[in-house]
């Protein structure tokens, strides 16, 4: 197979045709893909009967698995452009692959029997622990030796932590947590995939420059070859923004945990790749909030058999209030754009 990568493209130039293939093939097979899922899910995806009792009717019949076009379009793109040889490359694959097929299970099952809740909590954390425990192990083996176990805090220069044989737990954590965190921002048009855009476009910088031999001019770590991270997450950006269009208000599609899962999954590896795990928090701070509000809703609820938000996650409390969903979205995007130039600060 003939790539880009064997041709002898550098890196940026990688980027770019990464992020136009992986958006211009979303955006021809976005269409053909729901009329599909339009023809075998015929009832769309299930929606939740404690949710807003809004979406009931502005979403029902909506298809989901529209995670499909994004891994279908962006593994395309990821073999095309970047160096598959490169570790952390085909673990990214791998991750993408696995988490997938996992939602995709999820998803599948929530359509046949036409219930928002298919797989079992447990089953759908061991098979995401599982895979982020393999994929954590791989990226620390092939970092290099020095900074492979240290966490690494940002605005700090030369203040590290060495978590020597926690930080493959504290990876996993990293992974799956994220992956879950995008999940449940996953609730209205067009959030999650706006809030991927953000984020991916964010690490896609950090990737490129951590590749660099001068990466601690730009106060990084240098991490060998990291820049082939830089065009998977140009693949990634490309194939979340095809998707957005058909997933803007009015959704013609959900992500679902086809999409989710796998996208959360290789947001919180690339984390763990550049070593910026604490910068993730703050660049992907939204989905921090939306985990934090079910934490607390569960928690207070247990406790005091009483509602701490009007709905969780977060974005339905908003909601409840009676702010319009578009409203909701872009307010949610704006703040990520601003944490996003937050964590941009540790380059100065």
């Known amino acids: 197979m003939v790539t880009f990568m064997s041709m002898g493209f550098s890196v940026a130039m990688r980027v770019c045709w990464a992020f136009l293939t992986a958006l211009i093939l979303s955006l021809i097979f976005g269409k053909p893909l729901i009329n599909y899922l339009h023809g075998w899910q015929k009832a769309g995806q299930p929606i939740r009967e404690d949710g807003p009792q809004s979406h009931l009717k502005t979403k029902k019949g909506t298809p989901t698995m529209g995670g499909l076009l994004i891994l ?31 939602g995709f299970i999820d998803d599948y099952w929530k359509v ?24 954590a192990s791989i990226i620390t083996a092939a970092t290099p ?52 855009i953000i984020s991916f ?16 001019d730009y106060h990084l770590l240098f991490i060998p070859r990291c820049g082939e991270i830089a065009v998977v997450c140009a693949s990634l950006i490309g194939s979340c923004l095809g998707f957005l269009y058909f997933n803007r208000p009015k959704a013609q599609v959900f992500m679902g945990d086809t999409g989710s899962l796998p996208l959360g999954a290789i ?26 509000s079910v934490m607390i809703q569960v928690i207070y609820f247990k406790s005091t ?19 319009p969903e578009k409203k909701v979205v872009l307010t949610f995007w704006g703040v990520a754009l601003l944490l996003a130039a937050v964590g941009s600060l540790i380059f100065i």
Not at 72 to 94: K, Q
Request: aromatic residues 14%.
């Open 72 to 102: 279908g379009t962006s593994l395309f793109s990821i073999f095309m452009y970047a160096n598959i040889r490169y570790h952390f490359v085909w673990v990214s694959i791998g991750i993408l692959i696995m988490y997938g097929l996992t």
């Open 112 to 135: 046949k029997r036409q219930n928002s809740n298919a797989m079992t909590a447990k089953m759908k954390l061991f098979l995401q622990f599982l895979t982020a425990l393999v994929a």
């Open 145 to 196: 030796r020095g900074i492979n176990t240290v966490l690494d805090f940002p605005y700090f220069q030369h203040l590290f932590l060495n978590l020597s044989w926690l930080y493959v737990p504290f990876a996993v954590v990293v992974i799956s947590g994220t992956s879950n965190a995008v999940n449940l921002s996953d609730g209205l048009d067009g959030l999650a995939s706006g809030l991927l």
């Open 201 to 216: 476009t964010f690490f896609m910088a950090v990737a490129y420059y951590c590749g660099l031999h001068n990466a601690v």
């Open 267 to 292: 947001l919180g590896a690339i984390a763990v790749m550049t070593k910026h795990e604490i910068i993730l928090a703050i660049v992907g701070g939204v989905f921090v909030a939306e985990t934090v």
């Open 305 to 323: 058999g009483k509602r701490f938000f009007r709905m969780a996650p977060i974005h339905h409390h908003f909601e409840q209030l009676g702010w």
